[in-house]
């Protein structure tokens, strides 16, 4: 995977649920290998931008996706496109940490042994060894490999998922706040991690904390009622936003 | 002007902001008393001046931990930012202009003690004039947030500046001339001359910080200068 493999862009992008506008006509170019922060109020329409681009959209029966979400060109919202195999490649990671009912290693290897990407017991290895590498894991996991993942705490279960999603060769990371259930140390921990992963992969991170948002991303975009109001660099977001309506949403204020 | 969900968020600005008119304030009071005994040198006065000075000195740190303080407990952003940013620079400027009308009283205190008075009285009163109405617009700038009037005492240094060189040309010339003064109360007027001019330069550096605050940008510097075409002093 290479920088020059993760270009995603969204074209007048919106989505409904039923008859109600989510999200309106949205559309933005994402930095490669950077980490792009959506902000904005609850219902603003960001985690729902944030699941067209790994077609999550389509398990909500009532949702409607028009536009074009483009990966390297193609657009994905196509019926061509496989989503389970968009999936691997666009990983995603939730707010709460989700891991199998499986021990550590299987958490890993079940995405490889799905998409057939080890064809021995040494690839598959490997691939687990490697991803909790990158996850920032393996040193505190390589001796209990074979223990319930759900034993773990709570930060390392979400660097466990984070792993997870890298087993399968992703280029894309989605994080629907990965961190709101975490506590400052676990946090740190995982935005460390991310800081690590930009330099192998473009990241997407919705977040609630204006704080995070400012401190682990490159470009931020603030939504409002469905519309994209603001996408700039990060540092001119947070220190002179173009829109009023950015900046009382990033001072906490009130018209 | 639009407020902030947490209403003590609004309070601990507005406070930052009002301790700063304060210290503005302050200064204003000590250039201005210093002004008014040029003519007669009253000791007492002067050396109260000297006094409060440590009083500026106290509010300055208090301003500065009060920044510190929102941003440890705000984390402010933006417009908020700039905000809590530039008091402490603000201050940090005022307190200055604080220490040069205590060392303007200094200086005639020691003239008085040494049994002179202040030579040309009337241009070092009309050239600290100029200076204190300068500090009163720039506070008066800040606490409006009003950045045309900052403009204009920025814009408007240079006369300060100007004064000073015609000042110190008339001091230079009279101790050329030798007699009517000795070289040492010369040398305090030098000095004084300075330090009003110095007043106006800070005044100015409010002004920048003033711009900024509204426009997030620095000014952009393009004013002639006094200094330009001769050696800097």
Same mark, same amino acid.
Request: with cysteine.
């Given at each position: 995977?290479?920088?020059?493999?993760?270009?995603?862009?969204?074209?007048?992008?919106?989505?409904?649920?039923?008859?109600?506008?989510?999200?309106?006509?949205?559309?933005?170019?994402?930095?490669?290998?950077?980490?792009?922060?959506?902000?904005?109020?609850?219902?603003? &329409?960001?985690?729902?931008?944030?699941? @067209?681009?790994? =077609?999550?959209?389509? #398990?909500? !029966? $009532?949702?409607?996706?028009?536009? +074009?979400?483009?990966?390297?060109?193609?657009?994905?919202?196509?019926?061509?496109?496989?989503?389970?195999?968009?999936?691997?490649?666009?990983?995603?990671?939730?707010?709460?940490?989700?891991?199998?009912?499986?021990?550590?290693?299987?958490?890993?290897?079940?995405?490889?042994?799905?998409?057939?990407?080890?064809?021995?017991?040494?690839?598959?290895?490997?691939?687990?060894?490697?991803?909790?590498?990158?996850?920032?894991?393996?040193?505190?996991?390589?001796?209990?490999?074979?223990?319930?993942?759900?034993?773990?705490? &709570?930060?390392?279960?979400?660097?466990? @998922?984070?792993? =997870?999603?890298?087993? #399968?060769? !992703? $280029?894309?990371?989605?994080?629907? +706040?990965?961190?709101?259930?975490?506590?400052?140390?676990?946090?740190?921990?995982?935005?460390?991690?991310?800081?690590?992963?930009?330099?192998?992969?473009?990241?997407?991170?919705?977040?609630?904390?204006?704080?995070?948002?400012?401190?682990?991303?490159?470009?931020?975009?603030?939504?409002?009622?469905?519309?994209?109001?603001?996408?700039?660099?990060?540092?001119?977001?947070?220190?002179?936003?173009?829109?009023?309506?950015?900046?009382?949403?990033?001072?906490?204020?009130?018209? | 002007?639009?407020?902030?969900?947490?209403?003590?968020?609004?309070?601990?600005?507005?406070?930052?902001?009002?301790?700063?008119?304060?210290?503005?304030?302050?200064?204003?009071?000590?250039?201005?008393?210093?002004?008014?005994?040029?003519?007669?040198?009253?000791?007492?006065?002067?050396?109260?001046?000297?006094?409060?000075?440590?009083?500026?000195?106290?509010?300055?740190?208090?301003?500065?931990?009060?920044?510190?303080?929102?941003?440890?407990?705000?984390?402010?952003?933006?417009?908020?930012?700039?905000?809590?940013?530039?008091?402490?620079?603000?201050?940090?400027?005022?307190?200055?202009?604080?220490?040069?009308?205590?060392?303007?009283?200094?200086?005639?205190?020691?003239?008085?003690?040494?049994?002179?008075?202040?030579?040309?009285?009337?241009?070092?009163?009309?050239?600290?004039?100029?200076?204190?109405?300068?500090?009163?617009?720039?506070?008066?700038?800040?606490?409006?947030?009003?950045?045309?009037?900052?403009?204009?005492?920025?814009?408007?240094?240079?006369?300060?500046?100007?004064?000073?060189?015609?000042?110190?040309?008339?001091?230079?010339?009279?101790?050329?001339?030798?007699?009517?003064?000795?070289?040492?109360?010369?040398?305090?007027?030098?000095?004084?001359?300075?330090?009003?001019?110095?007043?106006?330069?800070?005044?100015?550096?409010?002004?920048?910080?003033?711009?900024?605050?509204?426009?997030?940008?620095?000014?952009?510097?393009?004013?002639?200068?006094?200094?330009?075409?001769?050696?800097?002093?």
């Amino acid at each position: 995977m290479t920088p020059s493999n993760s270009k995603l862009a969204a074209k007048d992008v919106s989505v409904y649920y039923n008859d109600k506008q989510a999200l309106k006509s949205v559309s933005l170019d994402l930095l490669e290998n950077a980490v792009t922060a959506f902000i904005g109020p609850s219902g603003c &329409g960001k985690s729902t931008f944030l699941r @067209c681009f790994n =077609r999550m959209n389509d #398990v909500i !029966p $009532s949702a409607r996706v028009e536009g +074009e979400i483009l990966l390297n060109g193609v657009n994905i919202n196509t019926p061509e496109v496989d989503p389970v195999l968009l999936r691997a490649q666009v990983g995603m990671v939730f707010q709460k940490a989700n891991p199998f009912p499986k021990s550590i290693y299987d958490n890993i290897a079940y995405g490889p042994r799905i998409h057939g990407l080890a064809s021995h017991k040494d690839d598959l290895d490997q691939i687990v060894e490697d991803s909790l590498k990158k996850a920032g894991l393996w040193a505190e996991v390589s001796d209990r490999l074979m223990d319930q993942a759900t034993g773990l705490s &709570g930060g390392q279960q979400q660097r466990l @998922c984070i792993a =997870r999603a890298i087993a #399968v060769n !992703p $280029s894309i990371l989605l994080m629907d +706040e990965p961190c709101s259930a975490l506590d400052p140390i676990a946090t740190a921990v995982i935005e460390e991690l991310i800081e690590n992963l930009k330099e192998r992969y473009t990241i997407i991170i919705v977040t609630h904390s204006m704080q995070q948002a400012a401190r682990v991303s490159q470009k931020t975009a603030y939504f409002h009622l469905g519309n994209l109001v603001e996408y700039g660099d990060t540092r001119q977001i947070f220190t002179n936003p173009a829109h009023e309506q950015t900046e009382a949403y990033i001072s906490g204020k009130i018209g | 002007m639009q407020q902030h969900i947490s209403t003590s968020f609004d309070e601990d600005l507005n406070e930052l902001d009002s301790m700063v008119t304060t210290i503005g304030g302050m200064a204003q009071s000590q250039l201005n008393t210093v002004l008014s005994v040029m003519d007669n040198l009253d000791e007492q006065v002067l050396s109260t001046i000297i006094k409060n000075d440590k009083q500026i000195d106290r509010f300055e740190q208090k301003i500065f931990d009060k920044a510190v303080e929102i941003i440890a407990l705000r984390s402010p952003h933006a417009s908020d930012l700039r905000k809590v940013m530039i008091a402490p620079r603000i201050a940090s400027s005022i307190e200055r202009i604080g220490d040069l009308a205590r060392n303007i009283a200094k200086r005639l205190l020691t003239l008085k003690t040494n049994k002179k008075s202040l030579p040309f009285v009337d241009e070092f009163t009309a050239m600290g004039q100029d200076a204190l109405s300068t500090l009163i617009t720039i506070n008066d700038a800040f606490g409006r947030s009003d950045v045309e009037k900052a403009l204009k005492v920025w814009e408007n240094d240079i006369a300060i500046d100007e004064a000073y060189h015609r000042l110190t040309e008339i001091i230079v010339k009279t101790l050329d001339q030798g007699g009517q003064h000795d070289a040492e109360t010369m040398r305090h007027c030098l000095f004084i001359a300075k330090n009003i001019e110095r007043i106006g330069d800070h005044a100015t550096s409010i002004a920048e910080q003033i711009y900024f605050r509204v426009h997030a940008t620095q000014i952009d510097d393009n004013r002639p200068k006094q200094g330009d075409a001769e050696a800097s002093d």
